[in-house]
Structures are given as structure tokens and as C-alpha cells.
């Protein structure tokens, strides 16, 4: 602890920095550090540089809620369960060149991030695992830069056929904005239906088929479908009948309120 005393100090001493509540960044890389005293204290650090020891464990963050960018790459880290969870600002975290293992736990670390753009977990044994990146991506929407690489569409929709089958299969039935149900129609000729048989029962996926007959031609089909749409009704006051304020003021008989005047669309 000492170690990290004497060398938080020095660098706020050479920056001229007295007042705790002036510390945004504090530069304490490639000290030898193994341990790392409480830095709950800066309440307003936003960046902190810390790669280059050799810490195993991250257990001085706390209360440090504003820190935006953490480096912890190239120390001894074993575990961040706990460590970085809380850090609900933090946009960059280096943390390649540790320990780090099981990869779901180590995720699990920043599933409650909402503005992590950057990730770096190279060179950890995590970063060996099958579907390593996949899983990654899926587990963090915000991810844009993982291990130094951008993260592309392809990725992003790999990553939803594989962690979220359901919403991927509801997804594949949209179009234009909504539900697809196949073809906006199906009829008949004359021909076609005397060779139809009655025991004919396919569904084609579209409810305005099943709950209508099958029409003789287009044209009554699209007339059919036409009448199933929605009613648009504009209604607005008509303000012509009513005296102006002059008139109003020279009467004393009372007015009547604008009268409503209703527009139906179909």
C-alpha cells in the first residue's frame, strides 16, 4: 500500500494538484505495484492507468462511479469478479495480458454496462475459448472495438442466431415494418377451382385467407382486402358560423359552440 501512496503523491505533486476533488486522471503505471490502496477518495477520477504492475486483484474502485477509462493490461490478474461491475461510465477497459479465466464469469462482470465501447481481453486464457468473440458481442450490445478489431454486422447477427433463436425466428416474419403473412392474397380462376378439391385445407400462413373464401378474380380480392382496412376519421370545427369577437361583444344573446364537422376515410 505504501508503494502506491508514495507514487499517487509524486504524481499529483508534480502536476500540482492539492485539492482530491481536482484529481480526473491519475498516471501510476509500471510502478512494481502488487497492491493498490483504496481510491474511493477521488471521487471524480476519470481515467487511470495501471498496467505495468503486477496487481492479481482489483479491489480499490469502490467508489470511484465516474471512471470512464480503466488499464489493467499486462499485470496478474486472476479474477475482476466484483471489481469493475459498479463502473456503470466506464467506456474503455484494457485489461489484455493477465490471468483471466472462465469466460461467462468474466462477462458476467460487464453485462450492466451500457456505455462500453472498448474491450481488450488478448492474450488471456478467456480469449482462447470457443466462440470466444461471439459470445462476447452477444453479451455486450454496447461493444464496438474488441481486442484492438471492430466488431461487424456479421458478427452481431451470428451472434443473435446463436444466443437468441426466439427473437431471431420473430425477427426473419417482419416486413416492411411488420408481421409478414405471406402474399397479400391467393384466388382462384374458374378453372382452378373445378379441379380443387375440397379436401384442399394448406394453410398459407395469411389470417385474411382464413377467414375469408377464396374470390373469382383479383379485382374481388383487392376489393375484399380493401374493405378490411382501417377507418380514418378527421374531425375539425367549423368556425365560419360563429360571430367574430366584435359581433359577440355588440350581442346579448348567447352563442352556440363551432359546429363539428366529421371526415371519414376509408
Known sequence: MAGSEKAIEDYLKQRNITKEK????????????????NLGRYKFLRTLWLN??????????NNNFHISELHLQDNQLVDITGAVGHLS?????MLQNNQLTKLEKVVREFQKMLTLHTLNLFNNPVAQEPDYRIFVVN?????????????????RDTARQIYDQEQEKIRETVAF??????PPTIYYSSSDKVHR????TTDYGNSFLRDNPPYETMEDAINARRRKKSVTIYTSF???KLPVYEQRRQSDK????PEIITHVYR
Open 177 to 182: 415494418g411488420r408481421r409478414s403473412e405471406g
Open 139 to 155: 453479451s455486450i450490445p454496447s461493444i464496438q472495438l474488441l481486442d484492438r478489431q471492430e466488431v461487424s454486422k456479421k458478427e
Open 254 to 257: 348567447p352563442f352556440d359552440s
Open 238 to 240: 367549423d368556425w365560419s
Open 22 to 37: 481536482d484529481v480526473e486522471q491519475l498516471y501510476l503505471a509500471n510502478k512494481g505495484l502488487d497492491e493498490v490502496a
Open 197 to 200: 378439391s375440397t379436401s384442399d
Open 52 to 61: 505495468g504492475n503486477r496487481l492479481r486483484r482489483v479491489n480499490f474502485l
Open 89 to 93: 461510465c466506464l467506456r474503455v477497459l
